[in-house]
């Protein structure tokens, strides 16, 4: 069955610093990647998404993730973290083929230090 | 254009009470989707729609009823309301693959 998992529950980073969220997905087929971001109280925004091509895709905000197929990952990267990108992310794959469903990980939530 | 708006923002019930939430989105998409977001569970599916006049089940159907009688409207029932309902409740639309998600509503069943 197709899964996703973000193994970092919680994340502590100081303004400035990298960033990396890790996901791992489990699809038989070429799976459609997504990141959202959730701030506190609101609905989810689209980040990013990888359908094919360049394995490496820009998304808003200054964020890229880099999808690597011998690995199932599709980790979500910054190199200098704002206060503002405090939030909750999540990631995603399509499964359902014509119906686009989404199968979302358990998220992953980021608290940034001044 | 407004997006995916819900309503109501905030709703508390009593067990056994029946309520609609109210999904609209102005960008004439063709999909649909009504999720549950629980804490540690991140979004699942409860029921999604293909085009107007059709639903289906999602992941976590049971307790919940749809329909989609207008193509930019989705309404997701709860007939008889269990504390289990407890959660927050996300509608999206869909053209293509990508989601856009309305504000959500945060439902208390007491």
């Known amino acids: 069955a197709q899964s996703v998992t973000q193994p970092d529950i919680h994340i502590t980073v100081s303004e400035g610093a990298s960033l990396e969220l890790r996901c791992n997905y489990s699809?038989?087929?070429?799976?459609?990647l997504f990141w959202y971001v959730q701030s506190p109280g609101q609905g989810l925004q689209l980040l990013l998404k990888?359908?094919?091509?360049?394995?490496l895709v820009q998304g808003i905000k200054g964020f890229e993730a880099e999808f690597k197929r011998s690995q199932s990952s599709f980790n979500l990267r910054k190199p200098s973290v704002h206060w503002s990108d405090a939030a909750e992310y999540f990631c995603a794959v399509v499964y359902g083929g014509a119906t686009n469903k989404l199968i979302f990980g358990t998220g992953t939530l980021l608290a940034v230090q001044p | 254009n407004a997006g995916v708006t819900q309503t109501p923002k905030f709703r508390v019930l009593k067990t056994g009470q029946s309520m609609t939430l109210l999904c609209a989105q102005d960008m004439n998409h063709e999909y649909m989707y009504w999720y549950r977001q629980d804490p540690g569970m991140g979004l699942r599916l409860i029921h999604y729609s293909v085009g107007e006049g059709t639903t289906a089940k999602g992941e976590v159907p049971d307790g919940y009823n749809v329909s989609r009688l207008k193509k930019q409207n989705f309404l997701l029932g709860l007939e008889s309301a269990a504390p289990s309902q407890t959660s927050v409740y996300f509608c999206a639309s869909s053209y293509g693959t990508s989601q856009y998600f309305g504000p959500g509503t945060r439902l208390t069943v007491t």
């Open positions: 990888y359908f094919s091509g360049d394995t």
């Open positions: 699809y038989g087929a070429t799976p459609y």
